[in-house]
């Protein structure tokens, strides 16, 4: 079986920060991309950012240049730094991961259970 859990969520004034962190646990063959999306309530699930298993990054063009995202390979994680925070923001905030279990020898997409990220004005 495998997970993502994520943490690091929570109520923050606009301009703020926060770190949301992800890790991925259980019987792990390789792991591929990693990332972060979010969805608004009556939105779509959107792409904030995404990075490579070589370290290439991928932001959302409402979030370049405030958020950055990196990953620990030796750690399965990914964690996604916010900075200069918006009320827009505020979302459920989900952890993706592109991973080969060891019990199949295929690419499987996992997501985590969310995490509330609330921005206030």
């Known amino acids: 079986q495998v997970q993502l859990v994520e943490s690091g969520g929570g109520l923050v004034q606009a301009g703020g920060s926060l770190r949301l962190s992800c890790a991925a646990s259980?019987?792990?063959?390789?792991?591929?991309?990693m990332g972060w999306y979010r969805q608004a309530p009556g939105k779509q699930r959107e792409l904030v950012a995404d990075i490579g298993s070589y370290g290439r990054t991928n932001y959302a063009d409402s979030v370049k240049g405030r958020f950055t995202i990196s990953r620990d390979n030796a750690k399965n994680s990914v964690y996604l730094q916010m900075n200069s925070l918006k009320p827009e923001d505020t979302a459920v905030y989900y952890c993706?991961?592109?991973?080969?279990?060891?019990?199949?020898?295929?690419?499987?997409?996992?997501w985590g259970q969310g995490t509330q990220v609330t921005v206030s004005s």
């Open positions: 259980g019987s792990i063959f390789s792991i591929s991309t």
């Open positions: 993706n991961a592109d991973i080969v279990p060891a019990w199949t020898p295929k690419w499987e997409s996992y």
